[in-house]
């Protein structure tokens, strides 16, 4: 077939305009893979971190502070806003410095140490997301309970009997699960993927270690 | 880990690298998703490089693996990529090396590769890379009497999207 053979003869001319990479381009793109994956870890977090912002600013308008107002909550919510902002600083922190520290390694055994590093400062993340959002709720709750009993000292009829008080906790536990379920949950999806994808490099660094 | 293998491993590839520049030439359309293929391939070849033995020539085996991430991964998307506008960027052909016509029909040619599935682009660049049967059915794991028989539908194939 003719045409068919000019193209081969072009596809042979062709040959000498490829790219060229030099012994260093690949092998440094023999380590790549993980650092995209602890780059994504990186970057969710920061639109975690805006969400969270973008929420709070919408959600947070004049009635909310009225209502914070009310059940004297108004320092709570100030401290918890500025502590967990400054500690969600330090995990975007964290992620970053993984993630430079990864795209730098140049060795199989760093970057599997990286690895784990990445792994447990995620894991540290979703523990402090989980134990700062059950510390706040109960908190929350307690404090407008004492608000309630303050008032409820001029109004007889507010006043709590036994069985009143059992519902009242079992629900308030019941609905705390429900949200640390929740998140828990969104976070798993979320990070577990990345996580997973992390995991399974490692294995095949540590296998290639073996070999 | 193994540096002697590392080492020897980047040797080999940056001396082949063609074969995965050429592979990306007829599966990806613009210079981003040829990286990225290039890549993928570079990543694949080093994950099976502890299987590598040498019982046959590293070009040999690296034909056979970088065709087969190209050709997974082009499945994987297939959609995308045949409903995205190819420019032909690759394939520039420099004007003062041919007339007018002949660059037009080679222009033609490529357009056409583009428009084949995944196996098949697999095949037109094992003709175009001078392949025999037997290296052709070793490559993408397939008896030598199915290599021919597909190659000759190929080939039909392309003849009728260049003249319909």
Redesign the interface.
């Not at chain 2, 995965?20 to 359309?29: E, L, P, S």
């Given at each position: 077939m003719d045409d068919l053979d000019l193209l081969k003869q072009d596809w042979k001319k062709q040959e000498k305009n490829l790219p060229h990479l030099s012994y260093d381009e690949i092998y440094k793109m023999i380590w790549k893979r993980s650092s995209s994956i602890v780059k994504w870890i990186f970057v969710i977090s920061i639109l975690e971190f805006l969400l969270g912002a973008v929420l709070n600013i919408f959600l947070a308008d004049e009635e909310y502070w009225q209502q914070m107002e009310k059940y004297q909550l108004t320092e709570f919510t100030i401290i918890v806003y500025i502590v967990s902002y400054l500690i969600t600083f330090y995990f975007i922190y964290r992620f970053y410095k993984n993630y430079q520290s990864i795209s730098t390694t140049d060795s199989a055994s760093r970057l599997m140490k990286n690895i784990l590093k990445t792994r447990k400062t995620v894991k540290y993340y979703i523990g402090f997301i989980l134990i700062s959002s059950g510390v706040v709720f109960l908190i929350t709750v307690f404090l407008m309970i004492r608000n309630h009993a303050v008032e409820s000292a001029d109004n007889a009829n507010m006043e709590f009997d036994a069985t009143q008080w059992l519902i009242f906790i079992g629900g308030t536990l019941l609905a705390l699960g429900l949200l640390l379920g929740v998140i828990w949950l969104i976070y798993r999806v979320v990070y577990g993927i990345l996580l997973k994808r992390l995991l399974k490099n490692y294995k095949e660094l540590k296998k290639l270690e073996m070999e | 880990?193994?540096k002697e293998?590392?080492h020897q491993?980047?040797?080999n590839?940056?001396k082949h690298?063609?074969i995965a520049?050429?592979i990306c030439?007829i599966y990806t359309n613009d210079q981003e998703s040829h990286n990225d293929l290039?890549?993928e391939i570079?990543?694949q070849l080093?994950?099976a490089y502890?299987k590598f033995r040498g019982d046959s020539k590293f070009s040999t085996w690296m034909y056979r693996v970088a065709l087969n991430t190209a050709i997974t991964l082009y499945r994987k998307k297939k959609r995308s990529i045949r409903t995205q506008d190819y420019d032909t960027v690759h394939?520039?052909?420099k004007a003062e090396?041919y007339d007018d016509e002949?660059e037009r029909?080679?222009k033609l040619?490529?357009d056409a590769i583009k428009q084949l599935n995944d196996i098949d682009k697999a095949l037109v660049f094992l003709?175009?890379?001078?392949k025999n049967y037997a290296e052709i059915s070793y490559t993408l794991g397939i008896s030598e009497v199915n290599a021919r028989v597909k190659m000759n539908r190929v080939?039909t194939k392309?003849?009728n999207i260049?003249n319909p």
């Amino acid at each position: 077939m003719d045409d068919l053979d000019l193209l081969k003869q072009d596809w042979k001319k062709q040959e000498k305009n490829l790219p060229h990479l030099s012994y260093d381009e690949i092998y440094k793109m023999i380590w790549k893979r993980s650092s995209s994956i602890v780059k994504w870890i990186f970057v969710i977090s920061i639109l975690e971190f805006l969400l969270g912002a973008v929420l709070n600013i919408f959600l947070a308008d004049e009635e909310y502070w009225q209502q914070m107002e009310k059940y004297q909550l108004t320092e709570f919510t100030i401290i918890v806003y500025i502590v967990s902002y400054l500690i969600t600083f330090y995990f975007i922190y964290r992620f970053y410095k993984n993630y430079q520290s990864i795209s730098t390694t140049d060795s199989a055994s760093r970057l599997m140490k990286n690895i784990l590093k990445t792994r447990k400062t995620v894991k540290y993340y979703i523990g402090f997301i989980l134990i700062s959002s059950g510390v706040v709720f109960l908190i929350t709750v307690f404090l407008m309970i004492r608000n309630h009993a303050v008032e409820s000292a001029d109004n007889a009829n507010m006043e709590f009997d036994a069985t009143q008080w059992l519902i009242f906790i079992g629900g308030t536990l019941l609905a705390l699960g429900l949200l640390l379920g929740v998140i828990w949950l969104i976070y798993r999806v979320v990070y577990g993927i990345l996580l997973k994808r992390l995991l399974k490099n490692y294995k095949e660094l540590k296998k290639l270690e073996m070999e | 880990m193994n540096k002697e293998l590392e080492h020897q491993f980047v040797t080999n590839l940056e001396k082949h690298q063609n074969i995965a520049h050429k592979i990306c030439r007829i599966y990806t359309n613009d210079q981003e998703s040829h990286n990225d293929l290039f890549q993928e391939i570079t990543i694949q070849l080093w994950k099976a490089y502890p299987k590598f033995r040498g019982d046959s020539k590293f070009s040999t085996w690296m034909y056979r693996v970088a065709l087969n991430t190209a050709i997974t991964l082009y499945r994987k998307k297939k959609r995308s990529i045949r409903t995205q506008d190819y420019d032909t960027v690759h394939f520039k052909i420099k004007a003062e090396e041919y007339d007018d016509e002949a660059e037009r029909h080679l222009k033609l040619m490529y357009d056409a590769i583009k428009q084949l599935n995944d196996i098949d682009k697999a095949l037109v660049f094992l003709y175009l890379e001078d392949k025999n049967y037997a290296e052709i059915s070793y490559t993408l794991g397939i008896s030598e009497v199915n290599a021919r028989v597909k190659m000759n539908r190929v080939k039909t194939k392309l003849k009728n999207i260049i003249n319909p």
